[in-house]
C-alpha cells in the first residue's frame, strides 16, 4: 500500500506543484516569470521544488528500505528458533528453549512460560534469564493469580508498561527480581491454550512494542506445534513401555504355566 501510494505521489505531486506555482503567478502578478530576471527566479523556485521533492522520496525509500531488512531479520530468527524448537522431542527440552529463544527473539532479560494440564492448573513453569539458585530461593511455582491469572483465564495478549501499577497485579514474592515492562500471550493448537508465555524487562527499550508481541505471537504458533509434537512422542514412547511390559508378562505368565 505504501509503494501504490508512492507511485501517486512520484506523478501528481509535479503537477500539483506547478498548477501551485501558476497560481501564484498570477495572484501575485502574471508577468512575474518573463524576462531574464523572471526565468531565473522560475529555475530557482523549480530546482528547490526538485531538491525538497526529491529528499522526500528517498526519505521514503530508506524508511522502507529499513522496514524491510528488519522484517527479513524478524523472519530469519524466527526460522532458526522454529528449527531449534521443532527439531526437539523431549518435552522437557522443547519447553526450556521456547523459552529461552522466545525470550531471544524480542530482547527480553527475563522469560516463563507456564504449561497447563489437560484438566486445568498449572502442569509446569520454566524460567529464563535467573539463575537456578535465583529460581530456588523465589519459591514454588504461581498457582495462576494476578496478571498470571488474566492470560490464563481470558486468553489474551497482555502488554504492560509498567507491570507493577496495574490493579490487576499482585506484586513479586521474597527475593524475586524487580520487574516493570511486560509482554506475555497464550501458546495455543487447535483453538486449545497449552500454555503461556511472559516476557519482561524489554532491554533496548523502555517497553515492549507492537511489533515486538507480532513476532511473539508468530513464535508461540511454531511453539505450540513442537508442545504437541513433544506430547505425541511422550505418548506413543509410554505406549511403548505398557506394550513391551504387557509382553514380558505375557511371556512370563506362559513359562509359569507350562
Avoid: C
Avoid at 530468527?77 to 526450556?96: N, R
Avoid at 484438566?119 to 498457582?143: C, D, H, K, N
Avoid at 504437541?228 to 505418548?235: D, G, I, S, T, Y
Amino acid at each position: 500500500m505504501t509503494l501504490r501510494r508512492l507511485k501517486l505521489l512520484a506523478i501528481l505531486a509535479p503537477l500539483l506543484f506547478l498548477a501551485a506555482l501558476e497560481l501564484a503567478r498570477q495572484v501575485i502578478s502574471p508577468a512575474l516569470f518573463q524576462g531574464w530576471p523572471g526565468l531565473l527566479l522560475l529555475a530557482g523556485i523549480v530546482l528547490l521544488g526538485t531538491l525538497f521533492f526529491a529528499e522526500a522520496i528517498f526519505g521514503v525509500v530508506g524508511r522502507l528500505q529499513t522496514q524491510l531488512a528488519q522484517q527479513n531479520q524478524e523472519l530469519l530468527a524466527l526460522h532458526d528458533a522454529g528449527l531449534g524448537i521443532l527439531g526437539e522431542l523431549d518435552l522437557e527440552t522443547v519447553l526450556q528453549q521456547v523459552v529461552d529463544r522466545a525470550r531471544d527473539l524480542v530482547g527480553a532479560r527475563y522469560g516463563a512460560l507456564s504449561l497447563l494440564r489437560e484438566g486445568g492448573g498449572i502442569e509446569a513453569f520454566l524460567t529464563s534469564g535467573i539463575t537456578p539458585e535465583e529460581r530456588e530461593r523465589i519459591g514454588p511455582i504461581p498457582v495462576g493469580h494476578g496478571l498470571l491469572e488474566v492470560v490464563l483465564v481470558e486468553g489474551q495478549p497482555l502488554r504492560l508498561g509498567d507491570l507493577n501499577r496495574d490493579p490487576r497485579s499482585v506484586g513479586f514474592p521474597p527475593h524475586h527480581p524487580p520487574m516493570r515492562s511486560l509482554l506475555a500471550l497464550p501458546v495455543v493448537s487447535h483453538g486449545r491454550v497449552l500454555g503461556n508465555l511472559y516476557l519482561t524487562e524489554k532491554e533496548a527499550a523502555p517497553t515492549f512494542d507492537a511489533d515486538d508481541e507480532e513476532t511473539l505471537a508468530r513464535f508461540a504458533t511454531l511453539a505450540a506445534l513442537a508442545i504437541e509434537n513433544a506430547r505425541l512422542h511422550r505418548q506413543v514412547r509410554a505406549l511403548a513401555v505398557t506394550e513391551e511390559r504387557e509382553r514380558i508378562a505375557r511371556e512370563m505368565h506362559d513359562s509359569i504355566a507350562q
